[in-house]
């Protein structure tokens, strides 16, 4: 008996605070000046308009802002998005990925600065001598044993 007397309470509370924060949030607010800042109409209603208007980035309204854009004119001025994901090294960064696995005795031609066949070989081959995945794809951990990753 106790058990239900104590969860009709608890039930009774949460309808009662529900109850209380749907009437806070519908409640139109009253200024005691009987003006109110959200009316078109002179503001004698003493009551203030609770939603809001999307506005643009100018402080126009959004409904007023809906005209068709001219031919070339984007919407927005922000720079475009750049890609996601990794860029691919530039060809000064592949000659120093190519004459840093020279160095070390891997790369059997001359550092060109083109990624191709025996560039993957050599770098595979360092990777497999050093525990690394041989994958013959550059990543951080083959950068960081050739001395070309970031400084720790």
């Given at each position: ?6 969860a009709a309470a608890v039930t009774v509370l949460a309808l009662g605070l529900a109850g209380a924060i ?104 360092f990777q497999s001598d050093h525990q690394l995945p041989p994958t ?17």
């Open positions: 008996m106790v058990r239900g007397a104590r749907t009437a806070q949030i519908t409640k139109p607010k009253v200024y005691k000046g009987g003006k109110s800042t959200g009316s078109k109409s002179g503001g004698k209603t003493g009551v203030k308009s609770t939603t809001k208007r999307s506005t643009t980035a100018k402080g126009k309204s959004a409904a007023k802002s809906r005209r068709p854009l001219a031919k070339g004119k984007s919407k927005s001025k922000r720079a475009p998005a750049r890609a996601r994901g990794q860029l691919r090294p530039t060809s000064e960064r592949y000659k120093q990925i190519e004459q840093a696995l020279a160095a070390k005795g891997y790369l059997g031609e001359e550092p060109s600065g083109k990624w191709g066949p025996g560039s993957v070989e050599a770098l595979r081959a013959g794809k550059l990543d951080a951990l083959s950068l960081t044993q050739l001395g070309l990753g970031p400084r720790q």
